[in-house]
């Protein structure tokens, strides 16, 4: 089975690795680039926390001169995956969701800590608003602009033939952002491509509602939980499927 993997490249290789492992083919075509920003060290005075909803925000904080102090503090991140790597940064206090910005609101809602700030380390472009969903449920924090996504403005030529002799089996999509991006990207080649026999393998069903129109229901998979490993789980089923067919 051949599969387009969307990730940036840091995050891609790896994902890569284990499709490889499956025996799947696999093209890489990042939808977007991710630029860190500085994090100065005095942004966490007074903190009570820190709050992470992507691994992006982490890679940002590691090269930056606020780490040797963000360390010591209590980090609430959005799942397994983002725990994992905020362990290897050297947090020990991790408070970890389910896998979706949305499903760190009870729990901070439930579990804030008191008297400091609570610094949430996001990018530019948001699936989910945290601080307004958080702020309904009284709980107020401080976003501090961690990263930048840069859209790519092109599919790589290999994908753009691959898609034109329909040597594609599954794309995989990791945000609503990347949908969008990918849905923009192939509405505007010419001559136009065929994705009526195209899986797009999605960790959420918001990330498949951002792909529109151009793509039928049918063709949307939805990982049953939004992380990594489901992901892989949802690339081993399209592939059983296509042997029994």
């Not at 990918?182 to 010419?190: E, F, T």
């Not at 939805?222 to 892989?232: D, F, G, K």
């Amino acid at each position: 089975m051949h599969v387009v993997v969307t990730r940036p490249v840091r995050d891609a290789e790896p994902f890569k690795s284990r499709l490889e492992e499956f025996g799947c083919r696999v093209m890489l075509a990042p939808l977007f680039e991710v630029v860190a920003r500085d994090i100065a060290a005095d942004v966490l005075d007074g903190a009570a926390a820190l709050i992470v909803t992507s691994r992006n925000a982490l890679s940002a904080l590691a090269a930056s001169p606020a780490l040797p102090s963000a360390v010591d503090l209590p980090i609430y991140v959005v799942g397994p995956g983002t725990a994992a790597a905020a362990q290897k940064m050297g947090f020990k206090q991790i408070i970890e969701g389910a896998g979706r910005a949305e499903d760190l609101v009870p729990v901070l809602a439930a579990n804030r800590p008191l008297g400091g700030r609570l610094i949430y380390l996001r990018g530019d472009v948001l699936a989910f608003d945290l601080e307004a969903a958080l702020a309904e449920s009284g709980v107020n924090i401080e976003a501090v602009l961690a990263y930048r996504a840069v859209a790519a403005e092109t599919l790589p030529a290999e994908v753009i033939k691959a898609l034109q002799t329909g040597g594609i089996d599954a794309v995989t999509l990791m945000s609503p952002r990347t949908a969008r991006i990918w849905a923009r990207l192939v509405a505007a080649l010419s001559p136009p491509v065929q994705l009526s026999g195209l899986a797009f393998l999605c960790l959420s069903e918001r990330v498949g509602q951002a792909l529109g129109q151009s793509v039928k229901a049918d063709n949307i998979w939805v990982a049953s939980h939004p992380n990594v490993e489901e992901m892989l789980a949802l690339v081993k089923r399209l592939a059983a499927s296509s042997k029994a067919e």
